[in-house]
């Protein structure tokens, strides 16, 4: 059931209310005078120490960070455009890249290894933020100087890698592991 307002069902009112670019112009412009005020207000806080150069850096790292997320954004929309596209295709034609055999490996080893990599850092963080809060300023220099430091994170690795392979191929990956480390003794 919709609700009719004015001879229009609400969603079609609702999505004609979006296409006005009177609409579109008082949101940006709102957003683009709170963004101004609150950056005018940062800028003054900081100026009263004299730390504009560290502010100025700041908002150049996160403009960098914006930039780089968006590049990467917009590459994986292009690939997954020209993936679409090409689905079911020939690859006859030239241009489409098919990973197969030790290639589709290395792709895969390497996606593993990113991921592994990215959830021992994220463990480790979150290791520092509950029992050592003011070293996260300078974590990558904090010595790994407790068994649970090391232990967490390589438990919180094993624990999400198995959740997403599944206890059944984990089983089977161990055995595999066995099986040939007893083959190489």
Known sequence: MTIKFKGLPFIARFKLFFRSKSLWFLLIGSTAFWLLMRLQVEWLWFAQFDWQTILLRRWLLQLGGLVFSLV????????????????????????FIRLSGWHYCVVLVACCALVVGDLVLLSRLAWLACFKP????????????????????????????????????????????????????
């Open 134 to 185: 003011f070293v996260l300023g300078h974590w990558w220099a904090e010595p790994f100087n407790s068994l649970w430091a090391v232990l967490i994170p390589v438990t919180t690795v094993f624990l999400s890698t198995s959740i997403m392979l599944g206890t059944a191929r984990i089983v089977e990956l161990f055995n595999l592991l066995a099986q040939h480390s007893l083959v190489f003794r």
């Open 72 to 95: 990467v954004v917009g590459i994986c929309i292009a690939w997954q455009h020209f993936w679409l596209n090409h689905k079911g295709q020939d690859d006859s034609e030239g241009g």
